[in-house]
């Protein structure tokens, strides 16, 4: 059995020990790198992880130095589900031959990449993953965007905002399309458990982690991770964000148990109209020009349809 | 162990694929990450049959795509194991963003290439398309003129590639069909024997190694991404060599096999020499003799090793050679031939420097027949009557309309 970290309030959660050093390039106010040590934190046992090209590879892992005081690897943009898959792929090779250093440890294998790297260029590789059946976990840091090279939309952009190659202007609200349903996607690969999580609800965060952790193999999880520099906030409201995502719904928190059985992990007292969650956001502020106010209205709309889908899912257990 | 060996007759009569599956099972791989192409597939499939029969033991992960068996035989070698694959043109091409961060990445990892011509138009013959596309990816290159070569350089590729003073992975190459397809009486090791002679793997920066955690694959800019291609650069043209030497030498002893960095033949006093790779080599080998009864000294220079470049040994095997044929079987694309190219750059500051002349041919699995290769040698003893080349200097071999020739 895995060896599950216990851990009580968040004073305790800040100072547990972790693999995954504060020194780092990110930027104030990200939430990569809370949303990675709230994954780590959920375990003590021995790590091989992956990162996929982007913000998280590109600032944590520059020669000569290194973030992680555990085991990493980057290959490429789109291949790093694959790279920790070899990486288990060899681990219960060497299990089986009993060439193991350590045979003893359990080890956690779990790949990071943002949403261009898992929704877009990595889908084939994190597909291939799911279906072939590793123990591994793939951890989607959504971001609605490619960051790490200036704010290109990727399909998992969501309808209406402004992104550097689907820019707002005098003709155009941005975006057009609204983004894919990755964990419903991954939920279909008849998967042991899939998840949406978010940075805010560390409980619910560390919960699904260990139950990834757990199950016997592969998980998929897609973290809300709310970016100051493209999302145009202040670096200081990032929780503020990331409660407003959560609260408004429009990253409602659920998990889908071996691709049918859904539940909604976290309902909020008080729900936030999406509106507030646009406002809060310099991506969105076109939408508040009289023209494109039927967005706004369009917006909430499908997060309603949304949550209403979700909650029949899980009352009719599919 | 928990598999079982195989007995294998003294000689056996395989392909050029199964005597590269069979070497690949000898190694005993922990991890082949695969993905099937033609004419490369029967290699991973002859390893699945051993899977299920139980001659192997280790993880056999059939992947979605070329891209991804490499990725994944990059994160297993990283882990820390044995790791092998195969592949072929259009998967090799799929392949090549991930050559390039095996080889910078230093993990030894042996990939089985049996050539084939690059789309468009589609063809599944062989060329040596694919092989030039890898030439510059950091990989040590062996090349394969049939399926004896085939089944002993994997052992000689595993020697070199997982050494520590190495640390890079190896290509072997066969052709497409000619060697992989075509079924010849192969000389077999036993199991133990083949197995010993690569020995155990020796993990180094291995993922799980939980006490000793490290970092793979990390970005470095201006600061330090010349410093670490040179570095590579540097084992490549200094440390590799010797080690496939005396790999090579080792296996003489062990096998009674001879093979040779770069392979010379009726060379001693030949006036005429084509400079070639893959099958062609032997075709090559049976035209020179028969030239030599009509009056004309020729002889063939084989490559046995592509990457590193053997630019001295080259120049060795070239030394009082009057005229030379650098025959490239891949569309240069605007260019001379890579072969010419490099051969033009380890006689320039020779001596006695050969006259130099390109061949193209055999592109799409089109045959290089002995009248090709005969009137070739004729071709080059009159340049050599002539004291200067009378051809242009790179002509088409083998291609049907009007004779294509240019520089």
């Known amino acids: 059995m895995s060896e599950m970290k216990k851990i009580k309030n968040l004073k305790e959660f800040s100072t547990s020990a972790d693999r995954f050093e504060g020194a780092n390039l990110l930027c104030p106010g990200c939430a990569h790198s809370i949303i990675v040590r709230e994954v780590l934190n959920a375990t003590n046992d021995d790590l091989v992880l992956s990162a996929s090209t982007g913000c998280l590879e590109v600032c944590t892992a520059v020669y000569p130095y290194t973030s992680w005081d555990a085991s990493w690897i980057h290959i490429g943009f789109e291949n790093g589900s694959t790279a920790v898959a070899g990486a288990e792929a060899m681990y219960k090779a060497l299990k089986t031959k009993g060439r193991l250093k350590q045979p003893d440890r359990n080890p956690k294998f779990v790949s990071f990449a943002g949403d261009g790297a898992s929704y877009d260029i990595g889908f084939q590789w994190i597909s291939g993953c799911m279906e072939r059946g590793h123990n591994i976990m793939h951890v989607v840091l959504d971001n609605e965007v490619y960051a790490n090279t200036g704010g290109q939309r990727s399909s998992s952009t969501p309808i209406g905002s402004s992104s550097t190659t689907a820019p707002a202007g005098r003709v155009s609200y941005g975006e057009k399309k609204n983004k894919k349903d990755m964990v419903a996607i991954m939920a279909s690969h008849n998967i042991p458990y899939a998840a949406q999580v978010a940075p805010n609800k560390w409980k619910d965060m560390v919960k699904k982690i260990q139950h990834g952790f757990a199950v016997d193999g592969p998980v998929f999880i897609n973290a809300v991770s709310p970016c100051t520099t493209e999302w145009k906030f202040d670096p200081k409201d990032t929780m503020h964000l990331t409660d407003l995502s959560t609260d408004s719904l429009v990253f409602p928190l659920y998990e889908i148990i071996d691709g049918h059985e859904l539940n909604i992990t976290y309902r909020p007292k008080d729900v936030v109209p999406v509106e507030e969650y646009l406002a809060a956001q310099g991506r969105f502020k076109h939408l508040f020009k009289d023209e494109y106010k039927y967005l706004i209205k369009e917006w909430q709309e499908r997060v309603d349809a949304q949550w209403a889908h979700l909650n029949r899912r899980e009352e009719a257990r599919v | ?407």
């Open chain 2, 1 to 407: 162990m928990a598999f079982d060996k195989m007995e294998l007759r003294d000689i056996e009569v395989w392909d050029g694929n199964f005597a590269a599956a069979q070497a690949l099972r000898q190694c005993q791989i922990d991890v082949v990450a695969a993905y099937p192409i033609t004419p490369s597939t029967p290699i991973v499939e002859g390893y699945a049959k051993f899977l299920a029969d139980g001659y192997v033991e280790g993880e056999f992960v059939m992947v979605e795509s070329e891209h991804a068996a490499m990725s994944g035989c990059i994160g297993a070698a990283a882990a820390g194991g044995r790791v092998a694959t195969a592949t072929s043109s259009q998967g090799f091409a799929l392949m090549v963003e991930t050559l390039y961060q095996a080889s910078g990445m230093r993990l030894p990892i042996v990939l089985n290439v049996v050539n084939r011509a690059l789309a468009a138009p589609l063809n599944v013959n062989g060329d040596h398309s694919d092989m030039y596309l890898g030439r510059d990816s950091g990989w040590i290159q062996l090349d394969a003129y049939c399926p004896q070569d085939a089944y002993d350089l994997n052992f000689i590729a595993f020697k070199v590639s997982e050494d520590h003073d190495v640390r890079l992975p190896c290509m072997v190459h066969q052709d497409g069909f000619m060697t992989s397809h075509t079924a010849q009486g192969v000389h077999t090791l036993a199991d133990d024997v083949a197995y010993s002679f690569i020995g155990d793997f020796k993990p180094m920066n291995d993922m799980l190694d939980f006490e000793h955690p490290v970092t793979h694959g990390v970005q470095t800019e201006e600061d330090w991404h010349f410093e670490h291609k040179a570095r590579q650069h540097n084992d490549l043209m200094t440390k590799v060599m010797p080690k496939i030497q005396a790999a090579f030498d080792e296996f003489e002893k062990l096998s009674g096999r001879k093979y040779n960095i770069v392979e010379s033949y009726n060379m001693d006093d030949a006036d005429v020499c084509v400079v070639c790779m893959g099958t062609s080599v032997e075709t090559a080998r049976e035209v020179a003799q028969e030239m030599r009864e009509k009056g004309i000294k020729a002889g063939v220079v084989g490559l046995r090793v592509i990457r590193p470049f053997p630019f001295f040994e080259i120049a060795e095997a070239l030394k009082g050679v009057k005229a030379v044929a650098a025959l490239d079987r891949s569309s240069p694309n605007g260019a001379p031939g890579m072969l010419f190219n490099e051969i033009a750059g380890c006689l320039y500051n020779t001596q006695e420097r050969a006259l130099l002349s390109g061949y193209v041919y055999g592109l799409g699995g089109r045959d290089l027949t002995k009248a090709h290769l005969v009137s070739l040698y004729k071709e080059l003893q009159a340049n050599v009557d002539a004291g200067k080349v009378l051809t242009p200097l790179q002509q088409f071999i083998g291609v049907r309309g009007p004779k294509l020739a240019f520089l």
